[in-house]
């Protein structure tokens, strides 16, 4: 599904055969979740290629792994070289692409010495963002900021964010909404959260919650448009009295929510903010109209 026999990824350095690559059954990273990861996107444009944010989203990974104490010698330049070529050598444009740094064989729990980075990218095509999500609140919090570094894009997180998902979707809902451990609003699995009331836009701050690259771009691309927006602490109070809301994200870029439980936002899609940033944030990727660096 993600690599076929042809399918060229980045190991260390080298671009080898997907198909012949191989790694360490004693990593950390298979044992206890330490590794750290990125999730990130080119599009087709017509200035060709184009890498969205590559240089924030290698600056993200670099960070995610001090926090942790993961090593990390690589220089955000050449990775993003490095990326643009293995676009090339896979022939792809439209893509998905998943940077991972994990570690050598160490069954104890100390840093390693040493670590490998793997870049692999998938097709991935436009999507329309039309259908719009139904959320249930989640019985699982996001982990407590005193527990784990929240801002770090850490493999072992990503429990909490399958547990979350896993829970809405046997409830039959399209994805989940995760609060603070403190009770208030917080992101999805692997999303973050805004939303709309009397023209006004709110957004959970920082502190508990991953900092999205696209929760940047929408605040870039919100004040670019002269839109109003609080970030703050929220409750779902607040978000049951809004007018509409919306995920944004790397993978599913800007996408309107419909309801969370019980509480449907009376605010057509088409008329919210959430899809005019949607459309913004569309054009801005593919760089078909509004452009800034
Ligand atoms: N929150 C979580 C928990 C995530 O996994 C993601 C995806 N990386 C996001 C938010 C959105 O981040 P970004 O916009 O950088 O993709």
């Given amino acids: 599904m993600y690599f076929n026999n042809n399918t060229i990824l980045y190991l260390n350095g080298k671009f080898v055969k997907a198909a012949n690559a191989n790694t360490d059954l004693y990593s950390q990273s298979l044992h206890y ?29 670099k960070k995610s792994c001090e926090l942790v104490g993961i090593p990390f010698n690589y220089n955000t330049q050449k990775l993003v070289d490095d990326t643009y070529k293995l676009l090339k050598e896979n022939n792809l444009a439209d893509a998905y692409v998943r940077p991972l740094v994990f570690c ?20 991935w095509g436009a999507y329309l963002g039309e259908k719009l999500l139904r959320l249930t609140v989640s019985s699982y919090s996001r982990p407590h900021p005193k527990s784990i570094h929240i801002e770090a894009k850490v493999c072992g997180h990503y429990i909490n964010s399958i547990l979350a998902t896993n829970e809405a979707k046997d409830k039959k809902f399209d994805e989940a909404l995760l609060l ?5 609003l917080a992101e999805g699995p692997g999303a973050n959260l805004f939303f709309e009331k009397d023209g006004k836009l709110f957004t959970p701050q920082l502190g508990n919650i991953l900092p999205g690259i696209t929760r940047a771009t929408v605040l870039e ?14 409750d779902t109070t607040d978000l049951f009295q809004a007018d509409s809301a919306f995920y944004c994200g ?16 009376p605010k057509c899609w088409n008329d919210t903010l959430g899809k005019k940033l949607q459309e913004a944030y569309s054009q801005l990727v593919r760089a078909t109209k509004l452009q800034f660096a």
């Avoid at 050598?104 to 097709?123: G, R």
């Fill in 221 to 234: 691309l919100a004040e670019k448009l002269g839109l109003e927006v609080k970030q703050g602490q929220f």
């Fill in 33 to 61: 979740g330490y590794g750290a990861f990125e999730g990130i996107r080119s599009y087709q444009t017509e200035y060709g290629t184009r890498i969205f944010k590559a240089e924030d989203h290698y600056e993200r990974l």
């Fill in 180 to 184: 603070d451990c403190d009770g208030f």
């Fill in 250 to 265: 790397t993978a599913a870029e800007v996408v309107g929510i419909q309801s969370v439980d019980d509480y449907t936002f």
């Fill in 104 to 123: 050598d064989p160490n069954m104890s729990l100390t840093k390693p010495n040493n670590v490998s980075l793997m870049i692999c990218a998938w097709e």
